[in-house]
């Protein structure tokens, strides 16, 4: 009877091995920690903040002329006949318009600063995506989780953060 228990256990193992052998090696990066890093990173939110602020002083002007013509309007009103009341009403709300639509053209969801950032970060995230496939390849990992982006996770020991190595193979260590 034990002889057959002891098969029947060795059998069990047997099959479940390959299960078990199988197990996904799961490592970590920060992404966040990744990008600080990278001075390529740091020159292209350095360029869009320079466009950003241009694009801004852009869209201020144009309100604040708006808004000077508001002023205007405001004080000059009850000497206006009803023609050039409707006239620069008109002409107020054409400025309010322009304001608005360079302010949507600019940074919008579809807009010039969205294309200008997904053409200066594009580059740098495809360079990471690649360091990563590469050592994952070398290491032979087969899952990697951003730990910036799991507000669930609580612990990850040291030994699982890849993010050092991604930044060497990246050059930036």
């Known amino acids: 009877m034990k002889r057959h228990f002891y ?43 320079m ?19 508001e002023t205007n309007y405001q004080t000059e009103q009850i000497f206006l006949s009803p023609e050039l009341k409707r006239k620069r009403e008109e002409e107020i709300l054409q400025k309010q318009n322009e304001a608005l639509e360079l302010k949507r053209k ?6 010039e600063l969205f294309k200008k950032r997904e053409a200066l970060l594009k580059p740098i995230q495809d360079e990471i995506y690649q360091a990563v496939q590469d050592i ?16 669930s996770l609580i612990y990850m020991s040291s030994k699982l953060d890849i993010s050092d190595l991604v930044l060497e193979k990246l050059g930036a260590k």
């Open 7 to 49: 098969i029947l256990c060795a059998l069990v193992c047997a099959l479940a091995w390959p299960m078990i052998a199988q197990a996904q090696k799961v490592v970590y990066l920060d992404m966040q920690y990744i990008l600080r890093n990278l001075p390529q990173y740091e020159t292209a939110n350095e360029q869009l903040s």
């Open 106 to 111: 600019y940074f919008g969801k579809d807009g």
């Open 51 to 69: 466009i950003s602020k241009r694009w801004q002083k852009e869209v201020d002007a144009l309100t604040a002329e708006a808004e000077l013509l």
């Open 136 to 151: 994952c390849g070398e290491k032979k990992y087969d899952v990697v989780k951003d730990r910036s982006a799991d507000p």
